[in-house]
């Protein structure tokens, strides 16, 4: 059964730290790995990773894909109050057509 | 473009009580989806929509139905609503058919209680 696992689950943090976010899966047969954020409304898209792009970078935010261990890693570096929120891994699986499978979230708690 | 749509945004339920939950979207998508999200559960899909006039059952689909009878609309319907169903409800939407993206774009949601 495909699955996708973020960790930790939670995470606290004071303005300026870096913190790294984990996502792990296991998938049939990979096409691509997205981020997304949610601050307690829709998620918004941040990354997509593929086989031909396995590093992504956004400002303070940087992500990138180990298709050989099966992991991603999402990175924010000075971290401010605003990147508090949820943030989604999900794995699309060319055997399930346009479907994502998402992990359970880690959600991130900066602190002024 | 507005994006996706969702109406409501809140509603209270009793339990046995039916309702439709309203998507609509106006970026010509032919993939759209419906996912609830309970805390600490990411999201799970209930239903999805490959094109007008065909749907494919989720992860979670027992207690509701879906129709697409266009490509702007794809309405989720809860019959006989009991508590396991209050959750926060998000349609989304993607090109997947046309440009092979997997990227989808959410609604704002519908929180649902069921008491």
């Known amino acids: 059964e495909d699955k996708v696992v973020q960790s930790p689950l939670s995470l606290v943090v004071h303005e300026g730290d870096t913190v790294t976010l984990n996502c792990s899966y296991e998938?049939?047969?990979?096409?691509?790995l997205l981020w997304y954020k949610q601050e307690k409304k829709a998620p918004t898209f941040l990354f997509m990773l593929?086989?031909?792009?396995i590093e992504k970078k956004s400002g303070r935010l940087s992500s990138i894909l180990d298709k050989k261990e099966l992991f991603s890693i999402l990175n924010i570096t000075a971290t401010q109050t605003g990147d508090s929120a949820i943030y989604l891994c999900?794995?699309?699986?060319?055997?399930?057509?346009?479907?994502?499978?998402f992990g359970q979230g880690t959600e991130l708690s900066v602190k002024p | 473009n507005a994006g996706v749509t969702q109406t409501p945004k809140f509603r209270i339920l009793k339990i046995g009580q039916s309702m439709t939950l309203q998507c609509a979207q106006d970026?010509?998508?032919?993939?759209m989806y419906w996912y609830r999200q309970d805390p600490g559960m990411g999201l799970k899909l209930i239903y999805y929509?490959?094109?007008?006039?065909?749907?494919d059952k989720g992860e979670v689909p027992n207690g509701y139905n879906v129709s697409r009878s266009t490509t702007e609309d794809f309405p989720l319907r809860l019959e006989l609503a009991a508590p396991s169903q209050t959750s926060v409800y998000f349609c989304?939407?993607?090109?997947?058919?046309?440009?092979?993206?997997?990227?989808?774009?959410f609604g704002p949601g519908t929180r649902l209680t069921v008491l």
């Open positions: 989304a939407s993607s090109s997947f058919s046309t440009v092979l993206t997997d990227t989808q774009y």
């Open positions: 998938v049939t047969n990979f096409r691509s």
């Open positions: 593929t086989s031909s792009g």
């Open positions: 999900a794995v699309g699986d060319y055997n399930q057509g346009g479907k994502l499978i």
């Open positions: 970026m010509n998508h032919n993939y």
């Open positions: 929509s490959v094109g007008a006039g065909i749907t």
